[in-house]
């Protein structure tokens, strides 16, 4: 999907950084409570920097929701490429996958998570930002069919429980996600690589006991 109102090449150091910066301020801050002169403090720059790869607030947000999406893409789409894996341990696999991608990632997961209500509320009085809740929700369900067609595949060869292959991956992720609000990453690196790995590990059994038939 093509990001608008930005130029230049979204996979260069220079826009990640960028894009971490701004990920960590609507994070902390909310989106509504953000600047573009906020993005420019956390990025040590000036804003001018920012407005060469997207000329509005709302653009910027895009591009970081899409950034926390395809991570998230990297991690999972492999597996699911696996077949020779059976569809429950592709699935197993997966729901590690995206738990580490979140924890790894916090900022931009916590935005993507904030964009559910906040965004879709904001598009009901503010045309303009019709477009961005539109491209949003689209990266979401292209990610999230990654997981219903794989559950579909475990459900009809009698491998996965449940009958309804959306509500179960919801029921998936929706536990997965939540991670992201209640997660803390430990300042000192020995302790939250013991505290990361934890929460991957817990709570992906948690959510693949939910799966086994």
């Excluded at 597996?79 to 991608?101: G, N, Q, W």
């Excluded at 998570?113 to 949003?136: F, G, M």
Aim: charged fraction near 25%.
């Amino acid at each position: 999907m093509t990001l608008p109102d930005r130029d230049g090449d979204d996979s260069n150091e220079r826009v990640t950084e960028i894009l971490d910066a701004a990920a960590k301020v609507f994070a902390e801050r909310g989106f509504d409570r953000s600047s573009i002169d906020d993005v420019a403090a956390e990025l040590g720059a000036t804003k001018g920097r920012i407005y060469h790869y997207w000329r509005t607030k709302a653009a910027l947000l895009l591009a970081v929701q899409q950034r926390g999406i395809e991570r998230m893409i990297a991690h999972v789409q492999p597996i699911v490429a696996d077949e020779a894996l059976t569809p429950f341990d592709r699935l197993a696999r997966m729901a590690r996958a995206h738990i580490a991608a979140m924890v790894a990632d916090l900022d931009y997961q916590r935005v993507l998570l904030q964009s559910i209500n906040v965004y879709s509320q904001s598009a009901r009085s503010h045309p303009h930002w019709i477009d961005v809740t539109e491209k949003i929700n689209a990266l979401r369900r292209d990610y999230e069919q990654l997981f219903v067609e794989l559950i579909r595949t475990g459900q009809q060869d009698g491998s996965v429980a449940g009958t309804d292959p959306v509500l179960t991956a919801k029921a998936l992720l929706g536990t997965l996600n939540w991670a992201c609000v209640w997660h803390r990453q430990a300042a000192d690196p020995s302790r939250r690589a013991l505290r990361d790995s934890r929460t991957v590990h817990e709570l992906s059994e948690f959510a693949i006991r939910g799966l086994r038939r």
